[in-house]
């Protein structure tokens, strides 16, 4: 059971970038699924999640208008699309899921991230 995230890299502020979340060995359609980002020395931060009915949370204010999620079953791939990126938003990016298809539950499987850095 694994979950991989990709799709990051270097970026200049204003610029764009989306992320996947790829899941293996396992069915991703009846889980939320949520994207976190973490940087060093500082809390792991909830951006935004999509429950297993589509449903999206948005839990990081500061993404609120730039950032969407979205998931394709079928792929059993969640994706996340940052816009109009600043230096605030260069951190570790990974993806979780909890033990339902609610993003209220408690999130107890973590994937392997990816990196995203903001950089003029």
């Known amino acids: 059971f694994q979950l991989q995230a990709s799709g990051g890299g270097f970026v200049q502020p204003g610029g764009s970038l989306s992320l996947s979340c790829a899941a293996s060995?396992?069915?991703?359609?009846?889980?939320?699924v949520g994207w976190f980002r973490q940087v060093p020395g500082k809390e792991r931060e909830g951006v935004l999640c999509?429950?297993?009915?589509?449903?999206?949370?948005h839990w990081a204010d500061s993404a609120k208008d730039r950032f969407t999620i979205s998931r394709d079953n079928g792929r059993n791939t969640v994706y996340l699309q940052m816009d109009n990126l600043n230096f605030e938003d260069t951190a570790h990016y990974f993806c979780?899921?909890?033990?339902?298809?609610?993003?209220?539950?408690?999130?107890?499987?973590y994937g392997q991230g990816t990196q995203v850095t903001v950089s003029s």
């Open positions: 060995g396992f069915e991703l359609y009846m889980y939320a």
């Open positions: 979780a899921i909890p033990q339902s298809g609610s993003c209220s539950a408690n999130f107890a499987f």
């Open positions: 999509i429950s297993s009915g589509f449903v999206e949370t």
